[in-house]
């Protein structure tokens, strides 16, 4: 590896634009902008997850990719699934889009290394619940 990528943060550079590339695809393939946006985050935290441990060891190593690509191909598709959560009422309008779709990254990053143990659906459905229902006991 060093000899194609001598010193490491070319390395983690490398790994984030992949990592970067790769997350958008799978959010542009997800077609989180045609549908309702409560199945838009559940079909977000899905991608994301498939993006998988690239995307986790670019966010774990705090590994920063190029902002522009960053913007273009992950968070501008998941602000604008929350700003239209935001407008049909059903994702909180008090905090800013851009604020509660980093927390949808930051969900689903720290989630993903209990997938082996929990199952991809099932680690999906609880994200999305997190995410949209919040941390309050079920049932109340």
């Not at 902008?33 to 409560?38: F, K, L, N, S």
């Not at 986790?56 to 929350?82: G, I, S, T």
């Amino acid at each position: 590896l060093y000899r194609y990528f001598p010193p490491r943060q070319a390395l983690l550079s490398r790994l984030a634009e992949q990592a970067v590339n790769d997350a958008g695809e799978r959010l542009a393939a997800a077609r989180i902008d045609r549908v309702p946006p409560q199945e838009g985050v559940e079909r977000a935290v899905r991608a994301l997850a498939d993006a998988g441990d690239a995307f986790v060891v670019v966010a774990k190593e705090r590994v920063r990719p190029d902002q522009d690509l960053f913007e273009a191909r992950v968070a501008a598709p998941l602000r604008r699934l929350v700003e239209r959560g935001q407008s049909a009422g059903e994702i909180r309008g008090d905090l800013p889009a851009a604020w509660l779709a980093e927390s949808l990254v930051s969900l689903v990053v720290n989630a993903l290394p209990s997938l082996p143990a929990m199952g991809r659906d099932d680690l999906v459905a609880a994200a999305a619940s997190l995410f949209l229902d919040g941390a309050g006991a079920r049932g109340r």
